[in-house]
């Protein structure tokens, strides 16, 4: 988020030198990016493992999207988290009006979260 509020900041300032004008910003609310913890998000792999099997399993991905609970993180580095996708089809997008998607997922996606609790608590 810091390299985006950077980025922006440079593309105004050039815009403001290249047409002379001033440009004011303000930032109206702060996104917190997600930080993830290695421990955690290997926790969560073994309970896709055991809850919906290895094939499940995918790649962590990166992505543009913030939150306030990833706050979590920052304000407390001692927490470890990591993200969970649960791969439930969804579209045209997160928080869109129109947003659907597949609630035949959540149960397996339970079961993934209790076991991911379990792994932690009984290692």
């Keep these: 988020m810091e ?3 950077l980025q922006l900041r440079k593309a105004c300032n050039t815009l403001a030198n290249f047409y002379d004008v001033e440009i004011n910003l303000s930032i109206g609310a702060d996104v917190a ?13 073994e ?3 055991a809850a919906a099997g290895k094939e499940k399993l995918k790649e962590p991905i990166v992505t543009t999207g913030g939150d306030d609970f990833h706050f979590y993180t920052i ?9 969970l996708g649960i791969g439930c089809d969804l579209k045209p997008g997160l ?5 659907t998607f ?10 993934v979260m209790t076991q ?3 792994n932690t608590l009984n290692p």
């Design 116 to 118: 991911t609790v379990l």
């Design 47 to 49: 309970g896709i493992i």
């Design 75 to 83: 304000k407390r580095p001692h927490l470890k988290a990591t993200m």
């Design 3 to 5: 390299a985006l509020d």
């Design 95 to 99: 928080h869109h009006p129109d947003m």
């Design 102 to 111: 597949d609630f035949d997922v959540i149960p397996k996606s339970v079961e």
């Design 33 to 45: 990016a997600s930080v993830t913890n290695d421990d955690a998000t290997e926790k969560m792999s």
